[in-house]
């Protein structure tokens, strides 16, 4: 079992930044991948970026390619999104995501693929 409490969130100028943070606690051991979903109303949760916990390999969506940089700290067991040069587009609730050994390919963009899931945050991007 992994809880995920997600910070961060808020609203944000276009061209700005914002770093979300997702702390991770309970059987943390077990967990593969870690990964960043965004959702908007009426629209299927896509995948963002994801992490390979151990290696530290990274999956980044060709929409935010460029923009979004996924890291984690491991003495923290805490994983981060940095967001640059933030679109109205990239307005959306945040999901910090994990799996549960699954070993599933980095680039499985399935949100049930994934086990736990943080509470979602709010990004909004003004013009």
């Known amino acids: 079992q992994v809880q995920l409490v997600e910070s961060g969130g808020g609203l944000v100028q276009a061209g700005g930044s914002l770093r979300l943070s997702c702390a991770a606690s309970g059987r943390t051991l077990s967990t593969c991948r870690l990964a960043w979903f965004r959702q908007t109303p009426g629209q299927e949760r896509e995948l963002v970026v994801a992490?390979?916990?151990?290696?530290?390999?990274?999956y980044v969506a060709n929409s935010v390619k460029g923009r979004f940089t996924i890291s984690r700290d491991n003495a923290k067991n805490t994983v981060y999104l940095e967001m640059n040069n933030l679109k109205p587009e990239d307005t959306a609730v945040y999901y910090c995501?994990?799996?549960?050994?699954?070993?599933?390919?980095?680039?499985?963009?399935?949100?049930?693929?994934?086990?736990?899931w943080g509470q979602g945050m709010q990004v909004t991007v003004s013009l």
């Open positions: 992490i390979r916990w151990n290696s530290g390999s990274t």
């Open positions: 995501a994990a799996d549960g050994l699954k070993y599933s390919p980095l680039a499985d963009t399935r949100p049930t693929s994934y086990d736990y």
